[in-house]
């Protein structure tokens, strides 16, 4: 027999295994989860959001942090173009995040690096000033 505690347990261990199959095929470049259904069907689903996002940028890192001192100009260019693609299809997952906590310190942290990442250096300096702000108030 079947309680409500065990279905919760399998619904949630369900709800991971389908996040963990769209990050693995988000992370392989086929499609922009937080441009499909994720947002559909759980509009709400902040986890779901900020992970594909940090999914994105932590790609990008990792491009940054292991490529060679020796690349050429050209490979350098490649490097930074796919580091900006990346860091796009980040942002708008980290901004519904946003929408929906504006006051989550990881997401706005979050927001801070991807425009400082594309270069966007007003916007990050904004998040910044919103991030002190909170934590300012945190403190007190």
Same mark, same amino acid.
């Given at each position: 027999?079947?309680?409500?505690?065990?279905?919760?347990?399998e619904r949630?261990?369900? &709800?991971?295994?389908?996040?963990?199959?769209?990050?693995?095929?988000a992370?392989? %470049?086929?499609?922009n989860?937080?441009?499909?259904? +994720?947002?559909e069907?759980?509009?709400?689903?902040?986890?779901g959001?900020?992970?594909?996002? $940090?999914?994105?940028?932590?790609? #990008?890192?990792? $491009? $940054?942090?292991? #490529?060679?001192?020796? $690349?050429?100009? #050209?490979?350098?260019?490649?490097?930074?173009d796919?580091? +900006?693609?990346?860091?796009?299809?980040?942002?708008?997952?980290?901004?519904m995040?946003?929408?929906?906590?504006? &006051?989550? !310190?990881?997401?706005?942290? %979050?927001?801070?690096?991807?425009?400082? #990442?594309?270069?966007?250096?007003?916007?990050?300096?904004?998040?910044?000033?919103?991030?002190?702000?909170?934590? %300012?108030?945190?403190? !007190?």
């Amino acid at each position: 027999m079947k309680t409500l505690s065990n279905l919760h347990y399998e619904r949630r261990i369900g &709800e991971t295994i389908r996040y963990t199959i769209l990050f693995i095929i988000a992370f392989l %470049g086929f499609y922009n989860p937080c441009k499909s259904q +994720i947002t559909e069907t759980e509009p709400n689903d902040y986890n779901g959001k900020y992970n594909t996002a $940090i999914l994105y940028y932590n790609k #990008a890192v990792n $491009i $940054i942090n292991t #490529a060679r001192y020796d $690349i050429t100009l #050209a490979q350098l260019s490649d490097l930074q173009d796919t580091n +900006i693609v990346l860091c796009k299809q980040a942002l708008p997952c980290m901004e519904m995040g946003f929408e929906e906590e504006p &006051e989550n !310190e990881n997401i706005l942290v %979050g927001l801070a690096g991807l425009y400082f #990442a594309l270069n966007e250096l007003e916007k990050s300096r904004e998040f910044k000033e919103k991030l002190d702000i909170i934590k %300012g108030t945190k403190e !007190e």
